[in-house]
């Protein structure tokens, strides 16, 4: 099993789940985060001062997957978030050990 | 007095209430950070409580009454507690004490984030009696800055009895806004600068609360410039067609003035930064409040517009003087309220329809005005010096560094403003009321922080 991390910007946040769901993505996990990367964040402008606003608004997506369909799902996420400008985010991969469905105690793959 | 008047009277005392509590409260604790709002909002709320006691006390008899000394003050002992006091003699306290709280208050916005509660709650006496009482008194107690024999005015041009011109302040410029904006600007030099100004960022951090208040202070800024209508030396009929006159053009000067100010506001932003901003509507606001507030009886509607819009315009590009020259007036007290006041109060001598230089009324209204601000400047910044030198002698001014860093919120008053994480490791611990005598209350920390660990 793969643990699938994603941070997209928030307008494509709807888009990504849609694109799963139709895949067969069944369940997520879904955090409001702020970061930056190589784009840096904003300035903003208040009574005539200006601001650097380091810190961009971004959606972290978390699905653990099925080792055969971790090529789809990334393929999947980086397709619909893509707007191809500066701030498109990042998606990287990391293995699982195991996985627990709390309400039934089934174990990895029976758990996904 | 009127019924209908007497109606107004409450009604503009209840109006400038509203302007303290919550408008102020709410412009300026939109515009702090998110850890230091209710610190920020209580300053005003505290405002509030001690001086509308205060003024009860000594507060009246220092500004109004018949035991002048030197011009400079009334005999605080002459009705201290409002004794000899009565009826309808109540509402003029009433109204005033209203003005007293909201001046006190609007100085907070200078050393936002940083300040002892316990300092704020002993300077606030303190300043009101050196600095507000006997403004008032000079201004509109008869005293030394009205058009009273051997006053300011009456020494410059005199004339028969009394000055040749009297400085004109309808409603405050000089009593309210350019005393705050005075003690807002030595505050901030002698308290210092927040930890970080000019460093980290230190944007607002709720500009609906913001625009809220500012909306809030529009409106009851009618009770403040439409209450202060003074009666004249006539006939009871007279004087209901004087009141209905001059109200009617002070309500409309009072609203122009106002909206001319948030297009100026707007219009420099757009120019110098590429957008026009709420904040900056918010504060056009304000600063056009606070020009037309000794104006509003003495100019045209289309004066009010012209001098709404130079108000507007001047303030936008004043804000941004705190950081050339290094001082930490956080809300800008002194961008707003001090030029505002000074706009306004000057503005006078040119656009005065009786007595101003743009009516062919030559020099002497404008001299006038221009004195009396200068003298009311150095008056405020005195006072203010003392009480503030004193303060810091002896209890210090400022909270620890890391109590401004963590919040003042938490480290003065115990609480934070926002749980937006809750379930996130704060726990109930044993009650004060619960009436234990074995278990001490455990401080508990905010659940943000417990969020944070």
Request: glycine share 14%; net charge negative.
């Given at each position: 099993m793969k643990l699938v991390t994603a941070v997209i910007k928030p307008h494509k946040w709807e888009d990504v789940r849609e694109a799963l769901e139709t895949f067969g993505v069944t369940g997520m996990t879904v955090s409001e985060v702020s970061g930056y990367g190589r784009q840096k964040g904003h300035t903003e402008v208040y009574r005539g001062a200006e601001y650097d606003i380091a810190l961009v608004p971004k959606i972290r997506i978390e699905i653990v997957v099925d080792d055969a369909d971790v090529e789809d799902v990334v393929g999947i996420v980086v397709k619909t978030a893509q707007t191809g400008r500066i701030g498109d985010g990042k998606v990287w991969v990391t293995p699982v050990e195991t996985v627990i469905r709390v309400r039934t105690g089934d174990k990895d793959e029976a758990a996904l | 007095m009127d019924y209908g008047l007497q109606a107004w009277m409450l009604m503009s005392a209840?109006?400038?209430?509203?302007?303290?509590?919550?408008?102020?409260?709410?412009?300026?604790?939109?515009?702090?950070?998110?850890?230091?709002?209710?610190?920020?909002?209580?300053?005003?709320?505290?405002?509030?409580?001690?001086?509308?006691?205060?003024?009860?006390?000594?507060?009246?008899?220092?500004?109004?009454?018949?035991e002048d000394v030197a011009l400079l003050f009334n005999n605080p002992f002459e009705t201290f507690g409002l004794d000899g006091i009565s009826g309808a003699g109540y509402m003029g306290v009433a109204f005033q004490l209203t003005f007293a709280v909201i001046t006190a208050a609007l100085i907070s916005g200078a050393i936002a984030?940083?300040?002892?509660?316990?300092?704020?709650?002993?300077?606030?006496?303190?300043?009101?009696?050196?600095?507000?009482?006997?403004?008032?008194?000079?201004?509109?107690?008869g005293g030394f800055l009205s058009g009273a024999e051997n006053g300011l005015a009456d020494l410059i041009f005199s004339g028969d009895g009394g000055a040749e011109v009297a400085p004109i302040d309808y409603a405050g410029g000089t009593v309210v806004h350019i005393n705050a904006g005075i003690a807002g600007l030595v505050l901030a030099i002698l308290i210092g600068k927040r930890l970080g100004f000019g460093k980290e960022p230190m944007k607002p951090?709720?500009?609906?609360?913001?625009?809220?208040?500012?909306?809030?202070?529009?409106f009851g800024w009618f009770?403040?410039?439409?209450?202060?209508?003074?009666?004249?030396?006539?006939?009871?009929?007279?004087?209901?067609?004087?009141?209905?006159?001059?109200?009617?053009?002070?309500?409309?000067?009072?609203?122009?003035?106002?909206?001319?100010?948030?297009?100026?506001?707007?219009?420099?932003?757009?120019?110098?930064?590429?957008?026009?901003?709420?904040?900056?509507?918010?504060?056009?606001?304000?600063?056009?409040?606070?020009?037309?507030?000794?104006?509003?009886?003495?100019?045209?509607?289309?004066?009010?517009?012209?001098?709404?819009?130079?108000?507007?315009?001047l303030c936008a590009l004043a804000v941004g003087l705190k950081h050339r020259f290094g001082y930490d007036d956080s809300l800008d007290v002194v961008g707003v309220h001090l030029v505002g006041g000074l706009v306004g109060t000057i503005g006078i001598g040119f656009l005065a329809t009786s007595g101003g230089l743009f009516y062919g009324?030559?020099?002497?209204?404008?001299?006038?005005?221009?004195?009396?601000?200068?003298?009311?400047?150095?008056?405020?910044?005195?006072?203010?010096?003392?009480?503030?030198?004193?303060?810091?002698?002896?209890?210090?001014?400022?909270?620890?560094?890391?109590?401004?860093?963590?919040?003042?919120?938490?480290?003065?008053?115990?609480?934070?403003?926002?749980?937006?994480?809750?379930?996130?490791?704060?726990?109930?611990t044993q009650s004060v009321l619960a009436g234990s005598t074995t278990a001490e209350p455990k401080p508990t920390a905010p659940a943000s922080e417990g969020a944070n660990a």
């Amino acid at each position: 099993m793969k643990l699938v991390t994603a941070v997209i910007k928030p307008h494509k946040w709807e888009d990504v789940r849609e694109a799963l769901e139709t895949f067969g993505v069944t369940g997520m996990t879904v955090s409001e985060v702020s970061g930056y990367g190589r784009q840096k964040g904003h300035t903003e402008v208040y009574r005539g001062a200006e601001y650097d606003i380091a810190l961009v608004p971004k959606i972290r997506i978390e699905i653990v997957v099925d080792d055969a369909d971790v090529e789809d799902v990334v393929g999947i996420v980086v397709k619909t978030a893509q707007t191809g400008r500066i701030g498109d985010g990042k998606v990287w991969v990391t293995p699982v050990e195991t996985v627990i469905r709390v309400r039934t105690g089934d174990k990895d793959e029976a758990a996904l | 007095m009127d019924y209908g008047l007497q109606a107004w009277m409450l009604m503009s005392a209840s109006l400038v209430l509203l302007m303290t509590t919550p408008g102020l409260a709410l412009f300026y604790g939109g515009m702090s950070r998110s850890k230091s709002v209710l610190n920020m909002m209580m300053m005003s709320f505290s405002a509030l409580g001690v001086i509308g006691v205060v003024y009860v006390l000594w507060g009246w008899s220092m500004s109004y009454g018949t035991e002048d000394v030197a011009l400079l003050f009334n005999n605080p002992f002459e009705t201290f507690g409002l004794d000899g006091i009565s009826g309808a003699g109540y509402m003029g306290v009433a109204f005033q004490l209203t003005f007293a709280v909201i001046t006190a208050a609007l100085i907070s916005g200078a050393i936002a984030d940083r300040v002892k509660f316990s300092a704020w709650m002993v300077f606030l006496p303190i300043w009101v009696t050196l600095s507000y009482f006997p403004l008032a008194h000079m201004v509109w107690g008869g005293g030394f800055l009205s058009g009273a024999e051997n006053g300011l005015a009456d020494l410059i041009f005199s004339g028969d009895g009394g000055a040749e011109v009297a400085p004109i302040d309808y409603a405050g410029g000089t009593v309210v806004h350019i005393n705050a904006g005075i003690a807002g600007l030595v505050l901030a030099i002698l308290i210092g600068k927040r930890l970080g100004f000019g460093k980290e960022p230190m944007k607002p951090h709720n500009l609906t609360l913001t625009m809220i208040g500012a909306g809030l202070l529009w409106f009851g800024w009618f009770g403040f410039n439409v209450g202060s209508w003074v009666p004249g030396d006539m006939s009871a009929e007279e004087n209901a067609q004087y009141w209905i006159d001059e109200t009617s053009l002070v309500w409309l000067n009072t609203t122009v003035a106002t909206c001319a100010a948030v297009l100026g506001w707007l219009l420099v932003e757009k120019i110098r930064d590429g957008k026009a901003t709420s904040l900056g509507a918010a504060s056009g606001i304000v600063a056009g409040l606070v020009a037309i507030t000794p104006a509003c009886g003495a100019l045209s509607p289309v004066g009010a517009i012209i001098l709404g819009a130079v108000a507007g315009a001047l303030c936008a590009l004043a804000v941004g003087l705190k950081h050339r020259f290094g001082y930490d007036d956080s809300l800008d007290v002194v961008g707003v309220h001090l030029v505002g006041g000074l706009v306004g109060t000057i503005g006078i001598g040119f656009l005065a329809t009786s007595g101003g230089l743009f009516y062919g009324d030559g020099l002497k209204q404008l001299v006038v005005q221009v004195v009396v601000a200068l003298f009311a400047m150095i008056w405020s910044a005195v006072a203010t010096l003392i009480v503030g030198l004193l303060i810091k002698a002896v209890m210090g001014w400022r909270v620890s560094e890391e109590d401004e860093v963590e919040g003042i919120d938490f480290a003065e008053h115990g609480e934070s403003a926002y749980d937006l994480t809750p379930g996130t490791g704060a726990r109930r611990t044993q009650s004060v009321l619960a009436g234990s005598t074995t278990a001490e209350p455990k401080p508990t920390a905010p659940a943000s922080e417990g969020a944070n660990a």
